[in-house]
């Protein structure tokens, strides 16, 4: 576990040091949006519709024919929950494993087919040239997802009620206007910065330090995955402590 | 020239290479031979720095590597070309992307100069219309030949091969060993080259050092590996059909 944290303190030491070539660096950004953001356009999109809806729907339920509680707070509390804990964290948690697989298994099939030795031979900075955009696009597209993820999943709760009739589109807008706090949007994307940076450079981490052969670098993606889950739960459970306190 | 001295490295207690000194001449083919497993992969990453070494001393003319600042070891390392035992291309790149990388990295040159210098790596190792195709649409000799062409697209001083030949059919084999012959010929870089293939090593071996589980067991060349009293290289050497006829 402390081997663990201290390799990997090290490479990040490596990754972020200077690039051998500014161009290559952002070509290689650009082909990181397109397998980081683009490829998990979708699934983030229908969580988010659905969990949207399901969450609304829910507190429909839970709230229908309860004097005292209008019916205005399920939009309310729905963008609550949505922008505080599902968009940064949960849909996190779902990149976690649909990016962090991706980057492990990428960059461990390199490690045991020698490609990195070959880079290293060049003369080149592996850790630097393979794990740095991925960081980079990481920390730029995510907060984009989880942005998307929010608007897709208020507008799943407002279908939702349009279509079960629960409750009318003019309390749920009147709902999610409420008690608004700039604050809230600004510590969700703090938190999804720091998940997004735990996510691409962990699993670039478990990626880079695969040895052996194939079945290894299955290991590596699933350890990458169990680990950036884990640390986006403890993060999580921290920064709400620091940021919300 | 390449020199090492006294090296030694093991992994988990277990001595893979043993106090092994050997060296590497200028302008020459220096082969290192030895049985499956004895080292001879593990010699050369050493030698280049993939692996650290426990002991030992190596030089590039003269410069000793291993007490190199980083900054010292990548600029010796622009200088080698090598040869991996398993290709190793990049695989989300194309064949031609392949043999500019290191010019792209390196260089600024624009993309014309580069062009020419692909086509022309290209073309050393016989592969002139493959610049499209992705390494899993190539044939294991066609890798081979393309990690040739981008091992040279450097202009190397050193030249390192990990079994060049191994899995090519005996033609394409015997193509590829000429081909490194002469590249060595005509840019007199230090060329090591691991091989277990004996027709390379009676073809092209200027410089033969032979391993033996992890130790350096024989020295010689091509004529004087025929004629030797070595009971281990004797047995390795003709363990084929067609080198026990040679006798
Ligand atoms: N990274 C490593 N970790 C542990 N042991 C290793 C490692 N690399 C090689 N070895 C061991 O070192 C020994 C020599 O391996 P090496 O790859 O150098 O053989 P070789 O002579 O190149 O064989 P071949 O002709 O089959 O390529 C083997 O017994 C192998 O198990
Ligand atoms: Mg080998």
Redesign the pocket.
Known sequence: MLKHIGEYLLLMKQVFSKPEKKKILLSQIMREFDSIGVDSLVIVMIISLFMGAVTALQLAFNLSGNPVVPTYTIGYATRETIVLEFSPTIVCLILAGKIGSRIASEIGTMRVTEQIDALEIMGINSANYLIQPKIIASLIIIPVLIAISMFLAILGGWLAGIFTGLFTSHDYIYGIQSWYHTYEIVYAFEKTFCFAFIISSVSGYFGYIT?GGALEVGQASTKAVVNSSILIIIFNLILTQLLLA | MIEVRNISKS??N?E?LKNISIKFEKGKNNLII??????????MKSIVGLHNVDKGEIFFDGQPFLIMNDKQKKKIRREIGMLF?GSALFDYMTVEENVMFPITMFTNQSLEEKLERVNFCLSRVDLENANKLYPSELSGGMKKRVAIARAISMNPKYLFC??PNSGLDPRTASIIDDLIAELTEEFQTTTII?T?DMNSVLKIGDNIAF?YKGELCWQGNKTEILNTDNEKLNSFVFATELTKRLK
């Open positions: 040895k | 992994f988990k277990t893979i030895g049985q499956s497993g004895s080292g001879k992969t593990v010699l035992q990990d079994e691991n277990h391993i």
